[in-house]
């Protein structure tokens, strides 16, 4: 064989018996743990998440660019979120509540704000039913406060995950965001919240940002467990669902809360006497959109002084 491929024997010997290096067992110890990473959390992690959930688990240190590398090499990538179609019904003459939130989605304490809204599913062997869930979800740690599902996007969904939340926590009183739905505009919901001392906040007309970490969140659980998948009956999704409540509970860490699960940090503040802050980095795509957006806006305005002195 050494002679057809016009190798030496003593070459061959040496590359048979050689001892790997450090780089080598270190490069294949990562291959076969973002392998199993992958299969284990079903296809959910992209390089950064998988970095931070291997080291936390396994104490390494390993970079964004090296696990990037090896998810190359091994052709892995992770789900695609799809664009979140609304299922927002908006009554006629509803009195809509102003936007007190406006956009400011930090909480220095648990129970402080809390964001709501319902989103739909599909099922069935041709997806002809449906299943709504609503859930009530606390600004400061991420953490599901109450769910509900329900057959009809209707006021009883909405109330029913309104009154599991003040049953958990009866103490609280947040500043209550949502959207401009018929459920929240009713007055029986305005007059639910009024009895348990919470100011109502609603987004605007057509601006899904108004509640973004509402809308981040629906992207999150429907790219994780709902897109590519098929779920034929009412209970395998509702099984699925709750799965994957736990998973984003106990399970899945958030690089914001350095590394930790909702459910760490919302125990750790609970028992603590001032709680930690979490600050929401700016996003600098958006911090770019808006510097192009003043320096445009800024060069209009100027045109039209100018146009208006002449």
Known sequence: MCRCLGVKRANYYKWLHHERSQFDKRWNLLIETVRAYHETYDHKLGYRMMKDYINHDKGTAYTEYQ?????????????????RHNCTVRAKDAKAAPNVLNRDFNAAIPNEKWVTDVTEFKYGNRFEHKLYLSVILDLYDRFPVSKKYGDSNNNVLVHNTFDKAVEAYPEAHPLFHSDAGFQYTSPSFQNKLREHGMIQSMSRIGCCIDNGPMEGFWGILKCEMYYGKHYRTKEELIYALEEWFHYYTYERYQRRF?????????????????????????????????????????????????????
């Not at 003043?294 to 060069?299: E, F, I, T, V």
């Open 258 to 310: 350095g590394v930790r699960t909702p459910y760490e940090v919302r125990s750790e503040a609970l028992k603590a006497e001032t709680p930690a802050e979490y600050k929401i980095p700016e996003n600098k795509r958006i911090m770019k959109y808006k510097q192009e957006h003043y320096k445009s806006r800024q060069a209009t305005i100027y045109k039209k002084s100018i146009r208006h002195d002449n």
């Open 67 to 83: 696990v990037y590398k090896v998810m190359r090499y091994l052709d892995i990538k992770s789900r695609i979120r799809q664009k």
